[in-house]
């Protein structure tokens, strides 16, 4: 089935509910998937975890738009607005991507860099302690995990997404 749906006034202040917009993503999700030749099925999970699909989301750490971008990873890849939702796609589709090559394929390590940041997983790759531009020491202690940090919330974002995979 093909749905053709308009993106004209999916703006950071839609109120439509999740399903709703989710249809109303979908043209962005799959266009920018291919344009960037990533699976549309990770992206779409992506999307829905990071944000549930709201254009005007934003978290308590300061991340943006449907695909959670930080401003510094905003501004790495040219998005000037996290909350325009077809540049904002477009965005997680080229950084998924990236870090996808990055980590030799590996869709677990991928999303993990997504979550909790590159430097993070690498850190827990190779055991060196990560030093953050505000002093903070990622993985002081030199644990060895594979790459995906012992975090809950990014242990429970691969699981997520990855099931998610296993029933869409």
Do not use: W
Not at 75 to 81: E, M, N, Q, T
Not at 97 to 105: A, I, M, N, S
């Amino acid at each position: 089935m093909c749905v053709v749906v308009t993106v004209a006034g999916l703006d950071r202040h839609d109120d439509r509910t999740l399903p709703e917009t989710a249809i109303r993503l979908e043209p962005l999700i799959a266009s920018a998937a291919m344009r960037f030749g990533v699976d549309a099925r990770i992206l779409r999970a992506i999307c829905f975890i990071e944000s549930r699909y709201r254009i005007n989301a934003v978290s308590p750490k300061g991340a943006r738009g449907p695909m959670q971008f930080m401003p510094d990873t905003a501004a790495r890849y040219g998005l000037r607005d996290p909350h325009n939702a077809e540049q904002a796609i477009a965005a997680g589709a080229r950084y998924y991507r990236d870090l996808l090559r990055k980590f030799d394929e590996r869709v677990d390590l991928a999303l993990a860099a997504y979550n909790a940041g590159e430097g993070a997983v690498i850190s827990f790759m190779t055991g060196k302690p990560l030093v953050l531009r505000d002093g903070r020491i990622v993985n002081a202690r030199g644990v060895v995990t594979g790459g995906i940090p012992p975090y809950a919330e990014t242990q429970s974002y691969v699981r997520s997404i990855l099931t998610l995979l296993t029933i869409v």
